[in-house]
């Protein structure tokens, strides 16, 4: 006797973790705006790279909220996987070269959204094992 079975995995937690991902760095780019003068003297950066990292958080949000509304997440989400990881990569090694006179809470706060994008690359990656193709 043979066994069928078959598959009820979905791309449900995927497009989940992209969609929160999406709003929650989105927002922190709109919150951010107002506060880039601020954020770069606790920080110890400056305000042009806080405006460049607001804007870069509201679009990327944008664009991933959009790739979690594609009727297939499965490429997209690996896309955006690699760009969560490489963000965290990115924050360590800008904290690592010294490129700015980072405060405590700057050094803080940079390696927090280092954690915070590979926590939601781990989450996603979960929803992206578990997606069918």
Do not use: C
Not at 17 to 38: H, N, Q
Not at 66 to 95: D, E, F, Q
Request: glycine fraction near 10%.
């Amino acid at each position: 006797m043979t066994a069928l079975t078959h598959s009820t995995q979905t791309d449900s937690l995927l497009r989940l973790a992209m969609r929160a991902d999406a709003v929650i760095t989105g927002l922190s780019g709109i919150a951010g705006v107002p506060l880039v003068g601020w954020m770069a003297n606790v920080a110890g950066t400056t305000v042009g790279f806080e405006k460049a990292m607001a804007a870069f958080y509201i679009a990327y949000g944008v664009v991933v909220f959009a790739l979690s509304m594609r009727r297939s997440v499965k490429a997209p989400g690996l896309a955006v996987i690699i760009a969560n990881v490489a963000y965290t990569a990115g924050a360590v090694a800008l904290v690592l070269a010294g490129v700015f006179p980072l405060t405590t809470l700057g050094v803080v706060l940079i390696l927090g959204s280092g954690v915070y994008t590979l926590a939601f690359a781990e989450l996603q990656y979960v929803g992206w094992r578990r997606a069918s193709a």
